[in-house]
């Protein structure tokens, strides 16, 4: 079946960027999509499309793609940033949905 | 506002069955394909299913772990959604999200709902 593989977790000091990478053979043909989930609550897209930004979500969450991978920067990172993310996009028939196995971001 | 409101979970014995529902409201829902989407505790996000829309015959689809024991339907006169889930095992312990689908060419999800947790356990 098919994967979309993202890093356990990164950690970056207030301030600084966050970059939070997904990697899947069908993303070169397939919209990749990003969630925030903060402990206790349900899931947020953040991003859509690859690097659309849903209204009402901050200027320093953007999105962007190459090849294989898309990546989430987060810039001046905030303390109410920590959160979960995870990327999805679907397999390559476009019918399924497929989600990375989150990333737990962590502000120092 | 747009809202998506879970009900129906609960603690159910491993071959049991559960159903649950989702209430839609602030949109049009009948227009949507609609989803479930589930989180075991300490674990990631999962696909479960979906039902498109009337446009497009109210298909279903679902992922390979619960196809045969889940049923997703949808009642359009009643912005309601539903999962009925059979035979039960305890691996289907999880939070169950229902989400609407950004349209019916994006296969991803705009609005969630805060989650109805079940638990399947002797």
């Known amino acids: 079946s098919y994967e979309l593989t993202q890093p356990p977790s990164v950690s970056v000091s207030p301030g600084q960027t966050a970059r939070i990478t997904c990697s899947g053979d069908?993303?070169?043909?397939?919209?990749a999509y990003w969630y925030q989930q903060k402990p206790g609550q349900a899931p947020v897209v953040v991003i859509y499309k690859d690097s659309e930004r849903p209204s009402g979500i901050p200027e320093r969450f953007s999105g962007s793609s190459s090849g294989t991978i898309v990546t989430l920067t987060i810039s001046g990172v905030q303390a109410e940033d920590e959160a979960d993310y995870y990327c999805?996009?679907?397999?390559?028939?476009?019918?399924?949905?497929?989600f990375g196995g989150g990333t737990k971001l962590t502000v120092l | 506002e747009v809202q998506l409101v879970e009900s129906g979970g609960g603690l159910v014995q491993p071959g049991g069955s559960l159903r649950l529902s989702c209430a839609a409201s602030?949109?049009?829902?009948?227009?949507?394909?609609m989803d479930w989407v589930r989180q075991a505790p300490g674990k990631g996000l999962e696909w479960v299913g979906r039902t498109r829309n009337k446009a497009n015959s109210y298909t279903t689809e679902y992922a390979a772990s619960v196809k045969g024991r889940f049923t997703i339907s949808r009642d359009d006169s009643k912005n309601s959604l539903f999962l009925q889930m059979n035979s039960l095992k305890t691996e289907d312990t999880a939070v169950y999200y229902c989400?609407?689908?950004?349209?019916?060419?994006?296969?991803?999800?705009?609005?969630w709902g805060q989650g109805t947790m079940v638990t399947v356990s002797s």
């Open positions: 999805q996009s679907a397999d390559s028939s476009g019918t399924y949905p497929v």
């Open positions: 069908a993303l070169p043909k397939q919209y």
């Open positions: 989400a609407r689908s950004f349209s019916t060419t994006q296969i991803a999800f705009d609005i």
């Open positions: 602030g949109f049009t829902f009948s227009d949507h394909y």
